[in-house]
């Protein structure tokens, strides 16, 4: 009797827990059911904010905003609630309420904003006092984490300021500030050229980002995008300073590298055999979709089938090309063509002072390696500044800076027979090791024919980064002088004038057998020259 009551129990349990499971699923089926896909646009009332963090509240579900202020993001109810923040922004929150397409607009947080910044005039005045947005990052900020150009480490720092950082060696980045181009002033003076790089890092003592046409209005037509303000250090009233500043960064290459199938080589519908470097015939047409690789074939001498390549052996009595095996021998072609880039920066700065006036003087030095062979840049600049009490209402203040960047080659980025990644990962095929193409002028030919294992095509990457040189040799020369004299407290008069002047000489040495889109190069050489004053 007991047992048949025990048997009786276990079977309502048995039932009970399916139903318990059943409803789980059902719940879960209809949970399911309940998600969608919200999609919207984040400005900030005029301009687009590109990324803004999003979340679901009371999950970790998120997203951030695009370029253009746009976003997706899959929640798991139409009653959610989206909570958006962005730095210099106040939080915000929004309820779904089964709303697929949501346009939302964020404000500026100006309620912690106690600092002094500098205005267009150059004039130091209360954030809370003026009627348009400005946010300031402080010269410490950026030298700690050192970037290449100064611009680069703005990035995260500022709201509504986007910069479009660049991994390549001496490529200028990306500047958008609301969504349009900000105009560059240093110490007053408006850079049309834009160019960050003659700034040194050291030298800076903040940034101040003026935000919209209000802002920088001193400045015209160029400044309605806004403006970032460069001002630059001056000497300390009340000691003398000396500073010395070093430091290297290593750059050890690209972040992700696409994958590519390494199972077959070089040419066309299976086949493949290397004549002479043109690439037709049995050379496959440029194709990488020749044999498999790494076959084993028990009737040669390597036990993997063999084939005639680019680097095989002559054969002494008949003069044709030995089979060698058809390896995958080219699987880290990326890795072992490009290297560790370093950037090493040094600066030694003297300043001093007293009531009546100070100076600062400085020198500094920007050494990149890239990570491309036989590329680097060199940054050489030397500024000095000061002030001086010229009469009781009287003050001047000047600042000049020569700043020189020179390098015989840089690597030249974009689509086409220049960019060494896209050369490797797309068109060299497996079966070609790139350590293979180090010696890269053919025997008896040399400093006239490139050795390759298709010379019609492609070009050796070696050869390219060694013959195909671009030479860049720019010297900056910018500065300002001020005059400021008080008439009562509260009344000053303020004289200001500048120099902005730079002359660019840039070379390309194309050597012979260069192979570029339309024809293969007999040797060229050209020279260009540009200057520009302004004042």
């Given at each position: 009797m007991k047992k048949t009551l025990h048997n009786k129990s276990g079977t309502g349990k048995t039932l009970t827990l399916i139903g318990v499971f059943l409803l789980l699923l059902l719940a879960g089926g209809i949970a399911h059911g309940q998600s969608f896909t919200v999609t919207g646009r984040v400005t900030d009332g005029t301009n687009a904010l590109p990324g803004v963090t999003i979340l679901e509240k009371g999950t970790a579900n998120g997203t951030s905003t695009d370029a253009d202020g746009k976003f997706t993001l899959m929640v798991g109810t139409t009653n959610a609630t989206l909570t958006l923040s962005f730095i210099g922004?106040?939080?915000?929150?929004?309820?779904?309420?089964?709303?697929?397409?949501?346009?939302?607009?964020?404000?500026?947080?100006?309620?912690?904003?106690?600092?002094?910044?500098?205005?267009?005039?150059?004039?130091?005045?209360?954030?809370?006092?003026?009627?348009?947005?400005?946010?300031?990052?402080?010269?410490?900020?950026?030298?700690?984490?050192?970037?290449?150009?100064?611009?680069?480490?703005?990035?995260?720092?500022?709201?509504?300021?986007?910069i479009r950082n660049q991994t390549d060696l001496f490529q200028d980045p990306g500047i958008r500030l609301r969504g349009a181009t900000p105009l560059v002033v240093i110490d007053g003076v408006p850079s049309v050229d834009a160019d960050i790089w003659k700034v040194n890092a050291d030298d800076i003592e903040s940034f101040d980002v003026l935000k919209g046409a209000n802002a920088s209005a001193l400045y015209g037509s160029i400044g309605r995008n806004g403006a970032i303000m460069i001002t630059t250090k001056r000497g300390n009233k009340a000691k003398t300073t000396v500073e010395l500043n070093s430091s290297t960064m290593f750059q050890t290459g690209f972040i992700r590298i696409p994958e590519v199938q390494t199972t077959y080589g070089n040419g066309y519908n299976g086949q493949y055999a290397y004549v002479d470097g043109s690439g037709g015939g049995t050379e496959g047409g440029?194709?990488?979709?020749?044999?498999?690789?790494?076959?084993?074939?028990?009737?040669?001498?390597?036990?993997?089938?063999?084939?005639?390549?680019?680097?095989?052996?002559?054969?002494?009595?008949?003069?044709?090309?030995?089979?060698?095996?058809?390896?995958?021998?080219?699987?880290?072609?990326?890795?072992?063509?490009?290297?560790?880039?370093?950037?090493?920066?040094?600066?030694?700065?003297?300043?001093?002072?007293?009531?009546?006036?100070?100076?600062?003087?400085?020198?500094?030095?920007?050494?990149?390696?890239?990570?491309?062979?036989?590329?680097?840049?060199?940054?050489?600049?030397?500024?000095?500044s000061g002030g001086y009490k010229l009469a009781k209402n009287l003050r001047a203040d000047a600042s000049l800076t020569y700043n020189r960047q020179y390098t015989d080659n840089f690597p030249e980025t974009g689509y086409g027979p220049t960019n060494y990644?896209?050369?490797?990962?797309?068109?060299?095929?497996?079966?070609?090791?790139?350590?293979?193409?180090?010696?890269?002028?053919?025997?008896?030919?040399?400093?006239?024919?490139?050795?390759?294992?298709?010379?019609?095509?492609?070009?050796?990457?070696?050869?390219?980064?060694?013959?195909?040189?671009?030479?860049?040799?720019?010297?900056?020369?910018?500065?300002?002088?001020?005059?400021?004299?008080?008439?009562?407290?509260?009344?000053?008069i303020m004289l200001r004038s500048g120099i902005n002047q730079y002359s660019l000489n840039r070379s390309w040495k194309e050597p012979k057998s260069y192979v570029a889109y339309d024809y293969v190069s007999q040797g060229n050489f050209f020279l260009s020259t540009e200057s520009n004053f302004n004042i």
């Open positions: 922004y106040k939080t915000v929150e929004v309820a779904v309420n089964n709303q697929t397409t949501l346009n939302i607009n964020m404000q500026e947080d100006v309620t912690s904003l106690n600092e002094v910044v500098v205005t267009a005039l150059g004039v130091q005045k209360d954030v809370k006092s003026l009627g348009y947005a400005v946010q300031k990052v402080d010269g410490n900020a950026i030298q700690k984490g050192r970037e290449p150009n100064v611009i680069n480490s703005l990035t995260g720092k500022v709201a509504g300021l986007e440029g194709w990488i979709w020749g044999p498999k690789l790494d076959q084993p074939d028990p009737s040669t001498p390597s036990g993997f089938w063999e084939t005639t390549q680019f680097n095989s052996p002559i054969d002494e009595l008949t003069g044709d090309r030995i089979p060698t095996p058809f390896l995958s021998r080219g699987r880290n072609n990326v890795q072992d063509f490009f290297r560790t880039g370093i950037i090493s920066t040094n600066n030694i700065s003297i300043s001093s002072g007293n009531a009546d006036g100070n100076f600062r003087v400085s020198v500094s030095n920007n050494y990149q390696k890239g990570i491309v062979p036989n590329s680097q840049l060199n940054n050489t600049s030397f500024g000095i990644l896209y050369n490797l990962v797309l068109w060299t095929g497996p079966d070609i090791d790139v350590n293979d193409l180090r010696n890269y002028w053919e025997k008896g030919n040399e400093g006239i024919q490139q050795r390759n294992y298709n010379k019609s095509w492609y070009n050796n990457p070696y050869f390219q980064a060694n013959e195909f040189l671009r030479g860049y040799y720019k010297d900056n020369v910018f500065g300002q002088l001020k005059l400021d004299y008080s008439v009562m407290p509260g009344l000053d």
